[in-house]
């Protein structure tokens, strides 16, 4: 059954929201009548592409093998986002966006956050938010690609923006985005079967980037790290980590691509552990590349990485 959380309507709530338009945008195409798309980074590339199609030359700011989380544009990026005819960012991640989109003013341009409308969550601990002086934590997880379902939300939102800029090919998006959608659906179902029949709950993560898969298929994620991967735990929360791996028998400690994977290969050598990746997807690396890997597949295989530790 599906969490109540999230349901189908959320795909379709919000989306006279997600378009921050400042003029008429419509039939705004370059000189080889495409249009002009710059996204942020590769999942919004990704999903990008599957419902462009033929129709739009999609570029991502950030490059293959960086880390988005503390990226910056430079003034080529700049140009390149002041002159699309759309903007496709995931929102919370790219904490350069807003001021960008201010410094490269542009009338024309249609602007696509594309987590707009989905619950967030908090990306700190419960002790951690209880701490914070006004009762909350302002720290929310922008990580919500990595929920098959949630990425449902975000291409229908980057349909519909594609559709406002360039309604002559309404239908190829409307059509585009359907099918890739089935295909997240598929994976979806994927996702809850496996993951219904495993033995154990907790994984361990280097960095608290799966609070949303989790969440959506019962899981628990206990991150070494917080929401930035470059992020040092500190000594306590490193001996808190490796006291719940013993008495939960965990027997694999994940890290990711793009980061070092220093502080989860301590932790597995002091609990007699092994290592795994679990690709947060915030950007394919060379090797992925040459493997012509791509969102569904590189989930796929964090599902059966996943199955794997779990079922140990």
């Not at 701490?131 to 098959?148: K, R, T």
């Not at 679990?278 to 059966?304: H, R, W």
């Amino acid at each position: 059954m599906k969490s109540l959380w999230v349901t189908r309507s959320l795909i379709f709530a919000g989306i006279s929201t997600i378009l921050m338009t400042t003029g008429c945008a419509s039939n705004a195409v370059s000189s080889d009548g495409k249009l002009d798309v710059v996204t942020s980074f590769y999942p919004m590339y990704e999903f990008t592409k599957q419902v462009a199609g033929e129709h739009a030359n999609v570029i991502a700011l950030i490059p293959a093998g960086s880390e988005p989380h503390d990226w910056e544009p430079s003034a080529k990026d700049m140009k390149k986002v002041k002159e699309a005819d759309v903007f496709i960012y995931n929102g919370i991640v790219e904490g350069w966006a807003e001021q960008a989109l201010q410094s490269a003013a542009n009338t024309k341009r249609v602007v696509v956050e594309a987590s707009k409308g989905i619950e967030l969550i908090q990306g700190l601990h419960e002790e951690e938010e209880e701490a914070e002086e006004d009762g909350h934590s302002h720290d929310l997880d922008p990580h919500v690609w990595l929920s098959p379902l949630l990425a449902q939300h975000e291409v229908e939102a980057i349909a519909q923006g594609l559709i406002t800029v360039d309604p002559a090919h309404k239908d190829d998006y409307r059509n585009n985005a359907d099918l890739y959608i089935t295909k997240l659906k598929a994976l979806d179902e994927t996702f809850r079967d496996t993951l219904a029949k495993v033995k154990h709950k907790e994984f361990v993560t280097q960095h608290a980037a799966f609070g949303y898969l989790a969440k959506e298929y019962g899981l628990t994620q206990v991150p070494i790290a917080g929401l930035s991967p470059e992020e040092e735990p500190a000594p306590d929360k490193m001996a808190d980590i490796i006291q719940f791996a013993k008495e939960k028998q965990v027997k694999t400690i994940f890290f990711e691509t793009l980061v070092d994977p220093k502080v989860a290969t301590t932790i597995a050598k002091e609990i007699n552990a092994h290592t795994d990746v679990l690709n947060p997807l915030e950007g394919l690396t060379a090797e992925d590349k040459k493997k012509n890997l791509d969102y569904i597949s590189v989930m796929t295989n964090n599902l059966q990485a996943l199955k794997n530790a779990l079922d140990e």
